[in-house]
């Protein structure tokens, strides 16, 4: 997707529900606080994986679709998807509010991952990073930044804060060569699978055999949740619009998660939005709203001068190659007649 063109209706309207969706883990998670951390999650993408396995498998039976195969390659991605952008993150979260840094510290230092998604994501896709979506990005890491608070914290804090920021970074960016040939489906659900093993090691690590327990009634709800809307229906919605958007507009609704995350504590009693709050979200949403608008196009003069420059960097037979097409082409539109000289 050029960044002068008008974003997809139904990418914009996935990420923004994928975010919103994240965003409520905050006020949802104090139902599960006392399970272990590890052993929880694990049991959250199993049942995820299970879900995006079954709905990928019936989707490709309606459009009779074969499952694509896995090569080499897919394999190295996925696993690095669910190693850093799954399991690393939650390690990383953990670690940190253990060694004392606030959970406003840890969602400041993640707040910023439009910012990087904007700069890096046209990068490996061979782009020059949009300088609107780049504003556009601070202008969101800022807005989310004041929702969330500074906190305090640790060195170690803060450098585990940052290892889950680049865990965040390649939930998005490691599933981009994957969605074309594997989907978002089929991506959600590798990647939530391949996770459990890594997570139920973090488990039996940290826990040994007390990862696992039977949940209480309202853990089970919670963990219900989590694994249905949280990951299962967010996983899905955030790689389609990644596919749809890119991952330098998409990352701007990152910055939904902590403005989400007030909203859904105002719903459930917990608490009342203050002024940074809705600061915040307002910033949020400028940031948004400007980041999604058309880039103008380049003036026809620009053009020229783009590609005048392209051919004097062309070795000198595909110059002339380049100049002798372009004399071809105007003597057949002048033997066609003076109107389609004219056009």
């Known amino acids: ?3 002068t063109s008008r974003p997809p209706a139904r990418g914009t309207i996935f990420a923004a529900v994928a975010m919103s969706c994240v965003g409520s883990l905050t006020a949802v998670s104090a139902t599960i606080a006392d399970y272990p951390v590890f052993g929880g999650q694990a049991v959250r993408y199993t049942v995820a994986a299970a879900l995006l396995l079954a709905a990928a498998r019936l989707t490709e039976r309606r459009t009779g679709r074969r499952a694509p195969r896995l090569t080499l390659r897919d394999l190295f991605l996925l696993i690095a998807l669910a190693g850093t952008g ?5 390690v ?28 890096v ?5 061979g782009r020059r990073p949009a300088p609107l979506v780049v504003v556009s990005a601070c202008v969101v890491a800022s807005g989310a930044a004041l929702a969330n608070g500074l906190g305090s914290g640790t060195p170690r804090g803060l450098l585990l804060s ?3 920021l680049g865990g965040e970074v390649c939930f998005s960016l490691l599933a981009v060569p ?6 978002a489906l089929r991506v959600s659900a590798y990647s939530a699978a391949l996770a459990v093993p890594m997570l139920a090691l973090a488990g039996l690590v940290t826990d040994g055999t007390a990862m696992l327990r039977m949940p209480t009634a309202a853990e089970t709800l919670g963990f219900t949740y989590l694994s249905v809307i949280v990951t299962t229906v967010a996983f899905f919605l955030w790689y389609d619009a990644i596919g749809r958007l890119g991952a330098d507009r998409a990352g701007l609704f990152a910055g939904m998660i902590p403005v989400s995350a007030v909203v859904t504590t105002v719903l459930l009693g917990l608490g009342r939005p203050g002024p940074a709050d809705l600061a915040g979200a307002a910033l949020v949403a400028a940031g948004v709203v400007i980041g999604l608008r058309p880039a103008p196009a380049a003036p026809a003069s620009a053009l020229a001068e783009r590609e005048t420059s392209r051919r004097r960097s062309l070795p000198l037979r595909s110059r002339s190659d380049a100049a002798l097409a372009a004399f071809a082409v105007r003597v057949r539109a002048a033997r066609r007649g003076p109107e389609a000289a004219k056009e």
């Open 121 to 125: 994501g046209p990068l490996l896709d």
């Open 178 to 183: 994957l969605l074309p040939k594997l989907g």
């Open 86 to 90: 799954l399991a690393a993150f939650n």
């Open 92 to 119: 990383c979260i953990v670690a940190a509010t253990q060694d004392g840094t606030s959970p406003a510290t840890i969602g400041t230092v993640i707040a910023t991952v439009p910012i990087v998604l904007a700069v």
């Open 162 to 164: 940052l290892g889950a």
């Open 1 to 3: 997707m050029t960044s």
